[in-house]
């Protein structure tokens, strides 16, 4: 079982991300000594069923109080589900659910007791890895920077390039790989670049009773309302110099702005935004991407992909294309976190969060009797 975590140590670490888009929980083993990549493991997946995802999403925006609650025992008990179902490891990286997010007020949350999760599985576990980067004036997101750094060394890569996840919130990583380390100046920044799925899939859920637009059909068939965009892009979070960061519900009135238009041309105008924030975002890297890997479910959205790739001179790849897994890259990211706060080793830095200096986040919980 987890000992120290001294230099060198390679863990077999087990992480798991419940996203925005409220689609079910990843979970993935990784081989890391916390800085360099040593292998990937198994991968697991668990849909989250209508009714959870009901009680999910009754959480979102409140701090506490009893549907904040009722989503902790889903979140707990749909983890503890799938990840009971790998073999021992070392340690396991729980980010649990986020529901809450207000960097600049109330903090941050994310629901799950992690100290719980260690008893139900006997394996330390890592989480609360946001409290601290907040609590020192950081954003508190995003956190798979590192672990995107540490792939971008992995994969011998030598010009600036970028990750790109489009999640419910999208998020970009733009990273120097020949840097020695993260947290080094001019190694990466990184952002949330603005909504992605999440105001698609509201407006499927609510006008189709579906949970995205599956394979961008729907958008591919409809019209952009030029007027919307323009709108969207308005906002002043697009003006903020990075490092910054988003709740999901940041753009409440995305939603209501499309509601006048027919589901063809709401989906394919939703969709515009989400590429209108990537293209938006570009303007702040410090030099352009060579490359642009994506992650998230986004990347299965060919009218998405089409209209980021069409706006950007370099590829615009799944992550797939360099032999990684797309749907797992956040799970995995937060196994390299475990093993990073492990080492005591920082998780996020000013060039990531904003916060003041480079911090290691996470609580480590071990059972009671290991």
């Not at 087990?14 to 990843?26: E, H, I, Q, Y």
């Not at 902790?72 to 749909?78: D, I, K, Q, R, S």
């Not at 063809?264 to 515009?272: E, G, P, V």
């Amino acid at each position: 079982m987890l000992k120290a975590g001294g230099a060198g140590q390679v863990l077999r670490v087990l992480g798991a991300m419940s996203g925005t888009s409220l689609d079910g929980v990843d979970a993935a083993v990784i081989e890391t000594d916390g800085v360099t990549m040593m292998g990937f493991g198994p991968t697991g997946y668990r849909p989250y069923t209508a009714d959870e995802q009901s009680v999910l999403r009754a959480a979102l925006g409140k701090w506490e109080g009893a549907e904040v609650a009722a989503a902790a025992e889903v979140v707990e008990t749909v983890h503890a589900e799938l990840l009971s179902t790998f073999d021992p490891v070392d340690l396991v990286g729980f980010h649990g659910q986020t529901v809450a997010h207000d960097p600049q007020g109330r903090g941050t949350l994310q629901i799950g007791d992690g100290a719980l999760l260690a008893e139900v599985l006997g394996w330390p576990v890592v989480w609360d890895f946001r409290t601290a980067d907040v609590r020192l004036g950081g954003e508190g997101a995003p956190l798979a920077p590192f672990y995107h750094f540490a792939l971008a060394q992995h994969l011998k890569l030598s010009a600036p390039m970028a990750f790109l996840n489009l999640g419910g919130v999208g998020n970009l990583t733009w990273i120097d790989p020949t840097k020695a380390r993260p947290e080094d100046e001019g190694a990466i920044l990184a952002f949330d670049t603005g909504p992605a799925n999440a105001p698609l899939n509201d407006l499927m859920m609510l006008r189709r009773g579906l949970s995205r637009d599956e394979d961008g059909a729907l958008a591919a068939q409809g019209e952009v309302s030029e007027a919307v965009v323009t709108d969207f892009l308005d906002h002043p979070y697009f003006w903020r110099i990075p490092p910054k960061s988003l709740d999901r519900d940041a753009w409440s009135g995305l939603l209501p702005s499309v509601a006048g238009l027919p589901d063809t041309d709401a989906a394919a105008t939703l969709t515009a935004c989400a590429a209108s924030a990537v293209m938006q975002a570009m303007t702040h890297c410090p030099a352009p991407p060579s490359q642009v890997l994506v992650g998230g479910g986004g990347r299965h959205n060919p009218t998405l992909m089409a209209m980021i790739g069409a706006a950007l001179d370099c590829p615009v790849l799944p992550v797939e294309e360099v032999g990684l897994d797309g749907d797992m890259l956040e799970a995995q990211a937060f196994a390299y976190l475990a093993a990073r706060v492990a080492r005591g080793l920082p998780t996020s830095c000013p060039a990531t969060t904003g916060v003041r200096a480079a911090v290691g986040g996470g609580t480590l919980s071990r059972p009671q009797s290991d």
